[in-house]
């Protein structure tokens, strides 16, 4: 089992930034993706963004788009999700998750953070 610890969360002003990290330990294959999910208050969660272990070719859901910015440090075992120009609406639990080869929806996730409670209110 994979174990996967958010940090970074918090509470900031619409337009602030944040830097989220996710450390994991070892996989045991070579080829998945990791990135983060994100649940708001009465709503499905929402796949945010990913990038692959292979490839490293990055997925962005179009409501973040151009405002955050996925990466990983292969050394440290962390993947970062910078967030900036925050909006009210990116209020949310943000999860880690990871899924074996290049599959990224919820269904197919084979490893979960806990999660980390992003709040974006003035």
């Known amino acids: 089992q994979v174990r996967m610890v958010e940090s970074g969360g918090g509470l900031v002003q619409p337009g602030d930034s944040l830097r989220l990290s996710c450390t994991h330990s070892?996989?045991?294959?070579?080829?998945?993706?990791i990135g983060w999910f994100r649940q708001a208050p009465g709503k499905p969660r929402e796949g945010v963004s990913s990038?692959?272990?292979?490839?490293?070719?990055?997925y962005y859901a179009d409501s973040v788009k151009g405002r955050f910015t996925i990466s990983r440090d292969n050394a440290k075992n962390t993947v970062y999700l910078q967030m900036n120009s925050l909006k009210p609406e990116d209020t949310a639990v943000y999860y880690c998750?990871?899924?074996?080869?290049?599959?990224?929806?919820?269904?197919?996730?084979?490893?979960w953070g806990k999660g980390t409670l992003v709040a974006v209110s003035s």
């Open positions: 998750a990871a899924t074996y080869g290049d599959s990224w929806y919820e269904d197919g996730v084979d490893h």
């Open positions: 070892k996989f045991t294959v070579d080829w998945y993706r």
């Open positions: 990038i692959s272990s292979s490839s490293g070719s990055t």
